[in-house]
Structure formats: C-alpha cells, structure tokens
C-alpha cells in the first residue's frame, strides 16, 4: 500500500516510511479557533458563579439588619440598608483617611515592587557577575521563612529609625520581593533573546538604554501580571500594619479591625466596610483588566 492509497483522517493526514505508518496532524489555518462546546461553558459559568459568590454574600448581608443576620435562614437577597450600613462603616471606621494611607501604601510598593524584580531579574537571567547562582538560591531561599519570623526585629529596626504609626514603616520592608525577583527572573529567561541585548551594546546603548528599551518593553506582560498581584497583596496586607500602625493613621484592613470591637458587633457595618474596602480592587480591575489580559496574552503567544 502507497502513500496515496492510506485513507484520510479529518484531523490529519497519513504516510508510510519503511513499512511503517505514522500519522501527521493536521495544522489548523491561520484564524481558526477551536469551538467550546457546551461542557466547557457549563464548566466556566459554575467556576463564575462560585468565585462571586463570597462578593455576593457580602453585599447581600451589608444591605441588611444584625438581627436579620442572625435569623435561619439567613437572607439571599439585597435588603434596603445597604446606603445606610455603608455611611455607618465609612463614619465609625475612619475610612476617609484610611482609602487615601491605603492608595499611597499599594501604589508605592507595587511601583517599587515591579521596577525593582524586573532589574534584578534581568540580571539574573541575563549578566555574568560572580556568585549569581548563590546569590540567587539565597533570594529563593527567603521565601522558605515565616514572615512572622520577621516582625519582632523589623518593629524594633523602625522603632529605631523614629517610624513608629507612619507608612514608611509599611513601605520599605516591600520595596521588592524575592518572589518577584524569581518571577521576572524566569520570564526574562526566555522572553528576552542575548542576541537583542548584544545587538544594542553593538549599536552603543547604554545599560540604562538598555533596560529602558529592550529589557522593559520586553518585560511588560509579566510586570502587568506581577503590579497586579503585588497591589492586591499590599492592600489586603493585615499582619504588618496592625502592629506597625494605628487607628489614628490607617489603612483600610487596619481600619477596618475597629468596627469588629466592642461588646456585639454590628456584622451587618462589618460587611458593609469589608464592601468597601473591596470596591477599589474591582474598579481598579475594570479599569486595567483588558491591559493586563491583553498583556498576559502577549507574554503567552511569545512564550
């Protein structure tokens, strides 16, 4: 039997070499997609529909009474206190205050945080110097301790320094993380060719042009990526600053730890301020998500 003689298959084609029969896949033309079929919407929609479910909860129990809270069964729909739990929280819990701390705390870290891993990683990934791969396990290798290993000396180092209940005190232990500097670390590895960087010194780029237009732009799915993941952590970041800060000059979750004191807590103002302190992440994530897909989607057809 020939070549020609084997039949067709819809997903490929066949041949035969020495006797023997492989099979070539078919590849598919430029444009086509594969179809999802019903499965995989099904599958999609029960994963939506549990990941909101938490957000749901909270504004449902934040729009109704404490005492209707405690009642079986608990309410499944939105009630009419929602406005007024939510000026509740804002007013006992000093959130005005505590939004702006908040916003300059995570904007901060996350600059600092991506600026910062992305050089390090470039030069990992990419300079010769002495000692790299040690000094690479050692940055891994503060990822294996506890950070509440780290609390005692590092309040005693900014109490030294005069930092006592003032946002540097948050800021600078954050500056960059050693996961980051891994994460852009093995990005760059692959996603920057030596060959771009050794064709720029050749045209007289400077290192600093270098890392300016080689080296960020070819850097920026996975530091879309990593500023998001670092903006959330250091928003929700709750450890530090309560020992670090206090009522009098907060951030969100700091502020938000007040409205959980007293002899009964009101849960209905404690979800209303936990609602508000989420509304920032879910703005700022409509306002850059499409960014920051399309910058992982980049960094995939790449890879």
Same mark, same amino acid.
């Given at each position: 039997?020939?070549?020609?003689?084997?039949?067709?298959?819809?997903?490929?084609?066949? /041949?035969?070499?020495?006797?023997?029969?492989?099979?070539? &896949?078919?590849?598919?033309?430029?444009? /086509?997609?594969? $179809?999802?079929?019903?499965?995989?919407? *099904?599958?999609?929609?029960?994963?939506?529909?549990?990941?909101?479910?938490?957000?749901?909860?909270?504004?449902?129990?934040?729009?109704?009474?404490?005492?209707?809270?405690?009642?079986?069964?608990?309410?499944?729909?939105?009630?009419?206190?929602?406005? /007024?739990?939510?000026?509740?929280?804002? $007013?006992?819990?000093?959130? @005005?205050?505590?939004?702006?701390? #908040?916003?300059?705390?995570?904007?901060?870290?996350?600059?600092?945080?991506?600026?910062? #891993?992305?050089?390090?990683?470039?030069?990992?990934?990419?300079?010769?110097?002495?000692?790299? #791969?040690?000094? =690479?396990?050692?940055?891994?290798?503060?990822?294996?301790?506890?950070?509440?290993?780290?609390?005692?000396? =590092?309040?005693?180092?900014?109490?030294?320094?005069?930092?006592?209940?003032?946002?540097?005190?948050?800021?600078?232990?954050?500056?960059?993380? *050693?996961?980051?500097?891994?994460?852009?670390?093995?990005?760059?590895?692959?996603?920057? &060719?030596?060959?771009?960087?050794?064709?720029?010194?050749?045209?007289?780029?400077?290192?600093?042009?270098?890392?300016?237009?080689?080296?960020?732009?070819?850097?920026?799915?996975?530091?879309?990526?990593?500023?998001? =993941?670092?903006?959330?952590?250091?928003?929700?970041?709750?450890?530090?600053?309560?020992?670090?800060?206090?009522?009098?000059?907060?951030?969100?979750?700091? *502020? =938000?730890?007040?409205?959980?004191?007293?002899?009964?807590?009101?849960?209905?103002?404690?979800?209303?301020?936990?609602?508000? @302190?989420?509304?920032?992440?879910?703005?700022?994530?409509?306002?850059?998500? /499409?960014?920051?897909?399309?910058?992982?989607?980049?960094?995939?057809?790449?890879?």
């Amino acid at each position: 039997m020939t070549t020609t003689d084997l039949p067709l298959s819809p997903a490929g084609t066949a /041949k035969t070499t020495g006797g023997r029969r492989f099979w070539r &896949p078919r590849v598919m033309g430029a444009g /086509k997609q594969l $179809d999802a079929g019903p499965v995989t919407y *099904a599958v999609l929609t029960l994963f939506a529909l549990v990941s909101l479910a938490p957000l749901v909860w909270t504004a449902i129990a934040a729009s109704r009474t404490d005492r209707r809270l405690a009642q079986t069964p608990p309410p499944l729909w939105f009630g009419a206190n929602l406005f /007024k739990n939510l000026q509740a929280a804002w $007013d006992q819990a000093g959130l @005005g205050t505590a939004m702006v701390n #908040s916003t300059l705390v995570a904007t901060t870290i996350t600059v600092s945080t991506v600026v910062f #891993s992305t050089l390090a990683g470039f030069a990992f990934a990419k300079l010769r110097f002495r000692f790299s #791969s040690v000094l =690479l396990l050692l940055t891994i290798g503060t990822m294996m301790i506890p950070p509440q290993l780290a609390v005692v000396p =590092l309040y005693l180092w900014m109490s030294g320094l005069g930092w006592s209940n003032q946002l540097q005190t948050v800021v600078l232990p954050t500056l960059v993380t *050693a996961f980051g500097t891994f994460f852009m670390r093995q990005y760059l590895v692959q996603a920057l &060719p030596t060959e771009l960087i050794e064709a720029a010194r050749v045209d007289g780029a400077s290192s600093a042009r270098i890392v300016w237009h080689v080296v960020f732009p070819a850097a920026r799915p996975a530091m879309a990526v990593l500023g998001l =993941l670092t903006f959330v952590f250091a928003w929700n970041d709750f450890l530090w600053p309560i020992i670090a800060l206090n009522q009098q000059n907060p951030t969100v979750q700091v *502020a =938000l730890n007040s409205l959980g004191t007293g002899y009964v807590p009101d849960q209905a103002v404690i979800m209303a301020g936990a609602l508000l @302190g989420t509304l920032p992440l879910l703005i700022a994530f409509l306002l850059f998500g /499409k960014q920051i897909v399309g910058g992982i989607m980049q960094g995939a057809i790449k890879g």
